[in-house]
């Protein structure tokens, strides 16, 4: 079965940094791009990151580009999202999820399998 | 940047009826739309992509059509389990970005 698991949400203060993960498992990692995508409270979906299989290629929403970085670990099955610089608007859900369609080096965006999520609040 | 409005915000129907939601984007993007289905507390679901190729498992009464700015999902007959929020998404390659319309939320009247 296809799986990804997320952790690393926590509470952090304005400023503060936390590194998200996402354990996958069930499919050949490293042919998959792989995005982290956000929810805040009661709020639509955000795209916020994605990067290719082979990991040499990441790509980042406006609103986070300078303050995350995405990362993988096709060894260990892996992806990672270092969040920098908290505020207060990045409170929020924080997904995983796999690409459609198995491509090292390319992006389709279509995103078939998603975690469970793991939240991140940013409060004094 | 591409701009995705859904409409309506939220539509109100009863089981066994059909059901017609419209994703419009600010400038065309060919097909490359996709549609999600979210219910409380779980993660989105991949319905549709590409504007009308369903994903696996899917059942068929869910649909996809349009291209270019005007897109929509249809729902031939509406089961229980279908009441949720849609959302529909846009990928592009050049910038490579992708953006979410804001949801419509199906509920049952």
């Known amino acids: 079965e296809v799986q990804l698991l997320e952790s690393g949400g926590g509470l952090v203060q304005p400023g503060g940094s936390l590194r998200l993960s996402c354990v996958a498992s069930?499919?050949?990692?490293?042919?998959?791009?792989l995005s982290w995508v956000r929810q805040a409270p009661g709020k639509g979906l955000e795209w916020v990151s994605t990067?290719?299989?082979?990991?040499?290629?990441?790509n980042y929403a406006d609103s986070v580009k300078g303050r995350f970085t995405i990362s993988r670990d096709n060894s260990k099955n892996t992806l990672y999202l270092q969040v920098n610089s908290l505020r207060a608007e990045d409170t929020a859900v924080y997904y995983c999820?796999?690409?459609?369609?198995?491509?090292?080096?390319?992006?389709?965006?279509?995103?078939?399998?998603w975690g469970k999520g793991t939240t991140v609040t940013v409060s004094s | 940047d591409i701009v995705l409005t859904q409409s309506p915000a939220t539509l109100s129907l009863s089981p066994g009826e059909r059901a017609t939601l419209s994703c419009r984007a600010s400038q065309s993007v060919s097909s490359y739309l996709a549609w999600y289905q979210q219910k409380p507390g779980q993660a989105p679901r991949l319905l549709i992509y590409d504007a009308s190729n369903r994903a696996t498992g899917i059942p068929a009464r869910f649909s996809g059509s349009g291209s270019g700015t005007d897109f929509t999902l249809t729902i031939s007959s509406l089961e229980p389990e279908d009441f949720a929020v849609y959302y529909c998404?846009?990928?592009?390659?050049?910038?490579?970005?992708?953006?979410f319309g804001q949801g419509t939320r199906l509920e049952i009247k």
């Open positions: 990067i290719s299989g082979s990991g040499g290629s990441t």
């Open positions: 999820a796999k690409d459609l369609i198995a491509a090292a080096n390319y992006y389709y965006f279509y995103m078939d399998v």
């Open positions: 998404q846009q990928r592009s390659n050049w910038p490579p970005r992708v953006t």
């Open positions: 069930g499919f050949t990692f490293s042919n998959y791009a």
